[in-house]
C-alpha cells in the first residue's frame, strides 16, 4: 500500500519534473513540507496553545499566534530561496571505470540571492552552496562509475531549508545529464602484440611492460596508469603525482585485436583499453579490431577517444 | 568541519537566548537554577573551546537526576506550576551540555520558546511582555543561525533576517489575535503559588488587613459605563466573615455553599467593568448586589461573587449593580440566624455586658447602630495603621483600654458587640475607594485600599452596611488611606521607593497616572481579551461576519505578502547583463558615466582612455561582455565576474570621485 503509494508519488514528481537541459524552477517544480524539525515546533506551538486555553493566558496565545504566523511567512521565504533559480547539466568528460564520474551543474541566479542550497543525489548526501544575485555557480557532483559504458545521471535533487529549517523546499531536477564510462585500464602483455614482438625482434622493437629493467625515468601520472607503478615517495614529499615509466616502443604500426586476447570480455577490453592508452601516451599509432568493429590505423587524441568509446559501448554495455 | 556541528556564531546566539530567556525566572524559581545555568554555559563555552571535556553518559544521567531531586526538594511539592516550570527550565538549561549536533540545538530553541510561554504565565505584565519580544527574536536568530548559509557568519545580518520575518509575520499574528476564537479552559492546572500571597484571605485577623495597609499592588481596576458613583459608595465586597473565635473572623463553610435567595433588580443601576489581578483565590469584587457575569461564576448566600477557579491569571468581568435591592428581607432561617449571631462561649465579658446595656437603652437594632457609630465618634478612637497588641480578650481590650485600631478592629468590635445585643451581624472584607486616573477614566483599588466594615440584620429591611471607620475617620472613606492616617505615621513605610509615596510632586504623580492608564488598557484591552470580551467586540464591529474575517483576512495577508516578497512582474535580469550594470556603477564613482546611445565597447575604450592604469582590465572585461552577448559566444559569466572582481579590487586603489546624479 505505503510502497504503491511512494511509487504513485514518484511518479507524479517525475511527471512534474521532465528532463530537460535547463530548467528555472518556479512554483510548477517546487514542492514544499515542513520537515522534522518543522513537525516538532508545530508540535511544540500546539503544546504552547494549549497552555494559552488553560491559562486563558493572552501572552501565550499572542506568541503561539506570533510563531504561527513565522512559519506560515517562511513558506513563502522558502519557497522564494529556490524559485527563480536557473539549473543546467553541463558536458562532463568521460571517466574510467572505478573513478568518480563528475557531473557538473550550473546554478544561475535570475532574481535573487539564493541561500544555502544543496544539491545531489540523495536527500541525505547534499552539498550546500549560496548562490549571490544575478551570480552564476557551478558545482561539481561525484558518483561511483562501476560499469564501462553510458552512465546517466540520476535525477538530482535541489533543496533548501532557509532561512528557519522548518520547512523544506525541494525540486527533482534531471537536466540528462550522462558520462561515458570507459573500461578500466589492465596491465598486461598483448598476446597478438608479444608474438608479433618476438617475430620481429630484428626490427629493433623491445618487449616491455614486464621488467623492471626497462626503467626509462617518471612521468607525469595520467588516468589508465598504473597504480602500481605510481612514485609515491615523491608525491608524499609533496611533489606531483609521478609514475615510473618503463619501456616505450618505437617503429612500427600496431594492431590491437580483440579476439587475439585471452580472459573474458570485460578483461579483454581493459586491456585493450590500457594499451589504446599507453600507445597514444607515446605517439604510436595502431589499429583497433573489435568484433563487428574495426578502427584503421591513426594516432592522436580523436583516434584514442574514438577507440576508448568503441571499447566503452562495446557489445551495448556489458 | 561535520556540517551537522553548529557553528560558533550559532552557538554565540544560542546562549544569548538562553540568557534572556532565563531573566524572568530569575525572580520566581530558587536562585541556585541560575547558578545551574551559569556553570552549564561557562562549561559549554570551554567544551567548544576544547577545553573541557564532554560530559559522560553517567554524569549527565546523575546531573538530572540531581536537579530533580533538588527541584523537588526547593519546592517540596511535586505538582504544581512553580515545580513544572522548574523542571523545565532546568532541562532547558542541562540539554547545553548535551548539545552536539543541529538537531539539539533545535530541540533548545523549542524548549526555550515554551519557557518564554511559562513565563508569562508568572508574570503577564506590560514590561515584561516588552522584554520577551527579546528572547524571542533571539531564539528565530539562533534558528537561522543553524542554517550552512554564508549570511550566518555574520550575526547581524542573521537578525536582520529573523527580524523581517517577525515584522512580516505581525499582521497575520494581530489578525489571528483578535479573531481566532478563545475557548474555555479544557481542564484545571495548577497556579503559580507566589500570586496568592498578596489581597484578602477567607480569614481575617486584624493584623492581616494592617499588613495590606502597606501594599501598594494593585487589587482591580474599574471603569463605569454609567456614571461615577460617589466615593462614599465604593464600597468593594469580597467576601463576608460570620464566624468568631476570638481571635479571627473566617468564613463559615456552609454560607459560602448556601444558594442566594431570589432578587429582582430594582432602583438605579451601575455598570461597570472590572479587570481584577490574580489573586490565587476565588473571589471577584462587585459593588452591593450584582448579577453574576458568566457561568463560571457563582453567587453565594451573602451576594458574593465566587468564581468556580482561583483568580491565576488577570481576569475581566462586566457586572451591573442594584444598590437599593434589599438583602434577604424575610426572615432568616434557623441556621442562618444561628450563624449570624454566634460568638465564642466566653470571653470578652466586658464587650457583652456594654452590648447587653445598650441593647436596654436602644430596643431598635437601627438606633443601637447609631449609637455605637456614635460612640466611636466621640469617644476617644483613633484610626491607625500601628495598633498596639491586643491582650486575650481583643474585644474588651480594644474597646476600652487601646482606643487605637485599623477598620478591621472597628468592624470586629461593632459586629461582636452586635451580636452579643442580639442583632444578626457579620463582617464584610472587600476595598473601598479607589484611586481615580482621570486620564483613562477609570479607578484604580490597590491592596491598601482593603477595608473591613459591618452588615447588620433588620427583619423586612434586610442587611444593611454600615462602617464603623467611617465614624472615626471619615477623611478615609471621602479621600483614601494616605490622608486618614495621623501626620506622624509613615504611609507606605515598606516601600520607600513607591511613586506612591510622593503624590505631592505633580509631575511625578502625572507619569504615575499615566503609566498606571496605560498598564490599565494593556489589562483590559491585551491580557483581558478572553472569550467574553472577544464576543463583545467582535459583535460590535463585525456583527455576523465575523466568522469570515479570519479566513479571508488570511488569505489577503499572505497574497499581499506573497506579491511583495516574490515581485513576479519584476523584470528578471540576465546575469551578464547585471554584471555590466556592476560595471557601470564601478565606473560611475571615478566619473565615468555611460552617455545615452553610447555602446558598451565605446564606453570601455573612453573609460579606459580616462583611467589608463585600470585600462587593461576594462577592455578584457568590456570584450567578454561584448563576446558573450553579442558574439552569441557561451562566455560564462563566471568569467566576467572575475573580471569584474579584478576591475573593482584595481579601482578600490584609486580616490573615488563625488559625482551628483
Redesign the interface.
Known amino acids: 500500500m505505503i510502497a504503491a503509494l511512494q511509487r504513485r508519488w514518484r511518479h507524479w514528481q517525475a511527471r512534474r519534473t521532465p528532463p530537460v537541459a535547463t530548467l528555472e524552477l518556479d512554483r510548477r517544480h517546487i514542492f514544499i513540507m515542513p520537515n522534522r524539525v518543522g513537525a516538532a515546533f508545530v508540535l511544540t506551538l500546539l503544546l504552547m496553545l494549549l497552555a494559552a486555553i488553560n491559562y486563558q493566558n493572552s501572552l501565550a496565545y499572542a506568541l503561539v499566534f506570533l510563531l504561527g504566523s513565522v512559519f506560515v511567512v517562511a513558506i513563502l521565504h522558502t519557497f522564494r530561496n529556490l524559485a527563480g533559480l536557473r539549473v543546467s547539466g553541463v558536458a562532463a568528460g568521460s571517466v574510467f571505470v572505478g573513478e568518480q564520474a563528475r557531473f557538473v551543474l550550473r546554478l544561475e541566479s535570475l532574481h535573487r540571492a539564493h541561500q544555502a542550497v544543496g544539491a545531489g543525489w540523495a536527500p541525505a548526501r547534499m552539498q550546500r552552496v549560496d548562490i549571490d544575485a544575478g551570480h552564476v555557480l557551478e558545482l561539481e557532483l561525484d558518483l561511483p562509475s562501476e560499469r564501462r559504458g553510458w552512465l546517466v545521471a540520476p535525477r538530482l535533487c535541489i533543496d533548501s531549508s532557509f532561512p528557519l529549517g522548518l520547512l523544506r523546499a525541494w525540486t527533482w531536477v534531471d537536466p540528462g545529464q550522462r558520462v561515458l564510462v570507459y573500461p578500466q585500464p589492465l596491465e598486461g602483455e598483448l598476446p597478438s602484440l608479444a608474438a608479433r614482438l618476438h617475430d620481429n625482434e630484428e626490427e629493433g622493437l623491445r618487449a616491455f611492460g614486464q621488467g623492471v629493467d626497462d626503467y626509462q625515468g617518471l612521468k607525469e601520472y595520467q588516468p589508465g596508469d598504473s597504480w602500481r607503478r605510481l612514485h609515491w615517495k615523491a608525491w608524499s614529499r609533496g611533489g606531483a603525482l609521478l609514475v615510473k615509466d618503463f619501456a616505450e616502443i618505437k617503429g612500427r604500426d600496431l594492431n590491437l585485436d580483440f579476439v587475439a586476447l585471452g580472459g573474458d570480455v570485460e578483461q579483454r577490453l581493459s586491456r585493450l583499453c590500457y594499451w589504446v592508452l599507453r600507445l597514444t601516451r607515446e605517439q604510436q599509432a595502431f589499429s583497433l579490431q573489435l568484433p563487428g568493429q574495426a578502427i584503421a590505423t591513426a594516432s592522436g587524441d580523436p583516434h584514442c577517444e574514438r577507440c576508448l568509446r568503441a571499447l566503452a559501448l562495446y557489445g551495448g554495455g556489458p | 568541519m561535520n ?1 551537522l556541528a553548529i557553528p560558533r556564531v550559532s552557538l554565540g546566539w544560542l546562549l544569548l537566548a538562553q540568557a534572556l530567556v532565563m531573566v524572568p525566572f530569575w525572580f520566581e524559581l530558587p536562585l541556585w537554577l541560575g547558578a545551574l545555568w551559569l556553570g552549564c554555559t561557562v562549561w559549554r563555552v570551554q567544551m567548544f573551546r576544547m577545553r573541557a571535556a564532554v560530559p559522560g553518559k553517567v554524569f549527565k544521567a546523575l546531573m538530572l537526576l540531581l536537579t530533580a531531586a533538588a527541584v523537588y526538594l526547593s519546592s517540596g511539592r511535586l505538582l504544581g506550576l512553580e515545580t513544572a516550570a522548574a523542571l523545565l527550565v532546568a532541562t532547558f538549561i542541562l540539554k547545553l551540555l548535551e548539545m552536539h549536533s ?2 539539539d540545538a ?2 533548545l530553541i ?1 524548549l526555550g ?2 519557557c ?3 513565563a ?2 508568572f508574570d ?1 505584565s506590560l514590561p515584561w ?1 516588552l522584554y ?1 519580544v527579546l528572547p ?1 527574536v533571539a531564539l ?1 536568530t539562533a ?2 543561525g ?6 550566518v557568519a555574520r550575526p547581524l545580518a542573521t537578525l536582520r ?2 527580524a523581517a ?2 515584522l ?3 499582521p ?2 494581530l489578525l ?2 483578535v479573531f ?1 476564537p ?8 495548577p ?1 503559580a503559588q507566589n500570586q496568592a500571597q498578596s489581597g484578602l484571605s477567607d480569614d481575617m485577623s486584624a493584623a492581616d488587613i494592617t499588613e495590606l495597609g502597606q501594599d501598594p499592588a494593585v487589587a482591580f481596576r474599574v471603569s463605569f459605563d454609567t456614571p461615577l458613583p460617589p466615593r462614599s459608595a465604593l464600597y468593594w465586597r469580597a467576601l463576608t466573615l460570620d464566624r468568631y473565635d476570638g481571635r479571627r473572623w473566617s468564613q463559615a463553610p456552609s454560607s459560602s455553599l448556601r444558594p442566594v435567595t431570589a432578587w429582582q433588580p430594582q432602583g438605579p443601576e451601575w455598570r461597570y467593568r472590572v479587570i481584577q489581578e490574580p489573586s490565587g483565590r476565588p473571589w471577584m469584587v462587585a459593588l452591593d448586589v450584582a448579577q453574576a457575569p458568566a457561568r463560571d461564576v457563582r453567587q453565594s448566600g451573602d451576594f458574593a461573587l465566587r468564581r468556580l477557579r482561583p483568580i ?2 488577570v ?1 475581566g468581568y462586566s457586572l451591573s449593580s442594584w444598590p437599593q435591592v434589599p438583602r434577604e428581607p424575610q426572615a432568616l432561617s434557623d441556621a442562618q440566624r444561628r450563624q449570624a449571631l454566634q460568638l465564642p462561649a466566653s470571653g470578652d465579658p466586658r464587650s457583652r455586658a456594654w452590648a447587653l446595656a445598650l441593647k436596654a437603652q436602644y430596643p431598635q437594632p437601627q438606633a443601637m447602630v447609631q449609637a455605637l457609630l456614635a460612640h466611636f465618634h466621640d469617644q476617644d478612637y483613633h484610626y491607625t495603621l500601628r495598633p498596639v497588641a491586643l491582650g486575650s480578650d481583643a474585644v474588651d481590650d480594644f474597646l476600652f483600654n487601646s482606643r487605637r485600631g485599623f477598620c478591621a478592629h472597628f468592624a470586629g468590635a461593632m459586629t461582636y458587640v452586635l451580636r452579643a445585643a442580639g442583632i444578626p451581624a457579620r463582617v464584610v472584607a472587600g476595598y473601598q475607594g479607589g484611586e481615580l486616573n482621570t486620564a483613562g477614566q477609570f479607578i484604580t483599588v490597590r491592596q491598601y485600599d482593603a477595608h473591613a466594615w459591618v452588615e447588620y440584620w433588620q427583619p423586612d429591611v434586610g442587611w444593611r452596611s454600615v462602617d464603623p471607620t467611617f465614624a472615626v475617620a471619615p477623611q478615609r472613606i471621602e479621600v483614601g488611606l494616605a490622608q486618614a492616617l495621623a501626620a506622624d505615621e509613615d504611609f507606605l513605610a515598606d516601600s520607600p521607593f513607591s511613586p506612591l509615596r510622593y503624590r505631592n510632586l505633580a509631575w511625578l504623580n502625572d507619569l504615575r497616572l499615566g503609566w498606571d492608564n496605560l498598564n490599565y488598557g494593556w489589562q483590559r484591552w ?5 472569550a467574553e470580551q472577544q464576543g463583545a467586540f467582535l459583535l460590535a464591529w463585525f456583527k455576523g461576519l465575523a466568522v469570515y474575517v479570519l479566513p479571508v483576512g488570511g488569505v489577503l495577508i ?1 497574497l499581499v ?2 506579491l511583495w ?3 513576479p512582474w ?1 523584470r ?4 551578464g547583463l ?2 555590466f550594470q ?1 560595471f557601470e556603477r564601478l565606473l560611475a564613482r571615478h566619473g565615468m558615466r555611460r552617455e545615452p546611445g553610447e555602446g558598451p565597447q565605446a564606453f570601455a575604450d573612453r573609460a579606459a582612455a580616462a583611467l589608463p592604469g585600470q585600462a587593461e582590465a576594462i577592455v578584457r572585461f568590456a570584450q567578454a561582455f561584448v563576446a558573450q552577448r553579442y558574439g552569441g559566444r557561451g562566455q ?3 568569467e566576467l ?1 572575475q573580471h569584474l572582481s579584478q576591475l573593482r579590487t584595481g579601482l578600490s586603489r584609486l580616490p573615488r570621485i563625488k559625482t551628483r546624479e
Open positions: 556540517p543541529q538537531r533545535r530541540v523549542l520558546f515554551f518564554v510561554v511559562v508569562y504565565l503577564d511582555a520577551s524571542v528565530l534558528l537561522i543553524l542554517q550552512q548559509a554564508r549570511v533576517v529573523a520575518l517577525l512580516q509575520a505581525l497575520l499574528m489571528l489575535f481566532f478563545r475557548l474555555p479552559p479544557l481542564w484545571s492546572l497556579a491565576s491569571q481576569l491585551v491580557l483581558g481579551y478572553q499572505m505578502l506573497a516578497l516574490l515581485k519584476q528578471r535580469i540576465e546575469p547585471r554584471h556592476q560564462s559569466p563566471v565576474a
